[in-house]
């Protein structure tokens, strides 16, 4: 199952992903955050920062990610932690603000679980209310295809394979871990996980956006102010609940 493993390490070798700068590209989007919904919260790094915002209810798909961001977090009144799928959440409140970043989405592997993600968005946002989220393109996985990648951090090592699909724009990702045991022994356990992720371009996004009941949607290339080009490797997106709210 995907991060029954990583979850225990993910904090040290997330350290190719600069939460602040998503948070300053947020910063100059937002003018109102209110209630936050987060999805796919992982260990809750960024949760933490958005909690400094207003109060966030926050969910994960993996158990072990939450169990990991409850134990370091602690006690956090203005967060409250879930277990949910991306594809058919329900809560009962309504939400100022959502969110959905670390190519989180990546990991729904067809349009429809996609379509249906958006649909759970629009129905948990207030009308008006904005939808900020971004994804891997198909140009940084056929950059990644076929490659081997290392994460080391004092008590770990990740090697990711990648494989990219360009038909199906299905990237796996075999994966191992060595997790030191004994620093004294200089020993390590070694777990392995297969993760899969699917490449979305602009225009299957913006037509599930769409057909979901959204409208006004932007497109960044990465946490920046220019557009995105056939070049972008991180798509992030902001797109707004019609007013109307269909």
């Excluded at 960024?46 to 602690?74: C, H, N, W």
Aim: glycine share 4%; charged share 30%; proline share 2%.
């Amino acid at each position: 199952m995907a991060y029954e493993y990583l979850a225990k390490v993910y904090d040290q070798l997330m350290t190719d992903y600069d939460y602040d700068l998503c948070m300053d590209w947020l910063d100059g989007q937002v003018d109102f955050y209110g209630d936050i919904l987060e999805m796919a919260c992982g260990t809750g790094t960024l949760t933490e920062k958005l909690s400094q915002r207003g109060p966030v209810t926050a969910f994960d798909g993996s158990l072990e990610m939450l169990d990991y961001a409850q134990m370091k977090i602690a006690y956090n009144p203005r967060i409250q932690f879930l277990h949910q799928d991306l594809r058919d959440f329900s809560l009962v409140e309504k939400y100022d603000t959502v969110v959905c970043f670390c190519d989180s989405l990546n990991y729904l592997l067809d349009r429809e679980d996609l379509q249906a993600c958006f649909r759970r968005v629009h129905d948990h946002l207030k009308p008006g209310a904005w939808f900020y989220f971004d994804v891997n393109t198909p140009y940084k996985y056929g950059k990644m295809a076929d490659n081997i990648f290392a994460q080391e951090s004092a008590e770990a090592l990740a090697l990711w394979q990648n494989f990219y699909d360009e038909k199906s724009r299905i990237n796996d990702y075999n994966l191992t871990i060595f997790q030191s045991v004994s620093s004294e022994e200089d020993t390590y356990r070694r777990y392995d996980e297969v993760h899969q992720q699917r490449a979305y371009d602009r225009e299957e996004i913006g037509k599930a956006l769409e057909e979901s009941g959204f409208e006004e949607v932007s497109y960044y290339d990465g946490y920046s102010q220019r557009d995105a080009s056939d070049k972008t490797e991180r798509l992030v997106v902001k797109a707004k609940r019609r007013e109307n709210g269909k």
